[in-house]
């Protein structure tokens, strides 16, 4: 089992930022891959970023150039830094955690970001 805990979320102005951050613990395998995914209200949970193990990232669309994800293995923790909030980056942010043999998904209890215009 592996446990996620997330924290960094908030209330931001249009144009501000925030750094999220998720934290790994319990049976740990390699190789995995970690990420952030975010559910508005009425909408389908969307992939924002991912990064496996060695540093190999992946955004959606409409993050690119503004958000960047990072980890730190010593930690098992991955951020995601986020520049430029557009109120349509308001949701829930989840983190994930995929491992990547015998293919399996953990999820953290998700963390509010709010973005006012």
């Known amino acids: 089992q592996v446990q996620l805990v997330e924290s960094g979320g908030g209330l931001v102005q249009a144009g501000g930022s925030l750094r999220l951050s998720c934290a790994a613990s319990?049976?740990?395998?390699?190789?995995?891959?970690m990420g952030w995914y975010r559910q508005a209200p009425g909408k389908q949970r969307e992939l924002v970023a991912t990064i496996t193990i060695d540093g190999s990232t992946n955004y959606a669309d409409a993050v690119k150039g503004r958000f960047t994800i990072s980890r730190d293995n010593a930690k098992n923790t991955v951020y995601l830094q986020m520049n430029s909030l557009k109120p349509e980056d308001t949701a829930v942010y989840y983190c994930?955690?995929?491992?990547?043999?015998?293919?399996?998904?953990?999820w953290g209890q998700g963390t509010q970001v709010t973005v006012s215009s």
């Open positions: 994930n955690h995929r491992r990547l043999i015998k293919l399996w998904d953990y």
């Open positions: 319990g049976t740990i395998f390699s190789p995995n891959s």
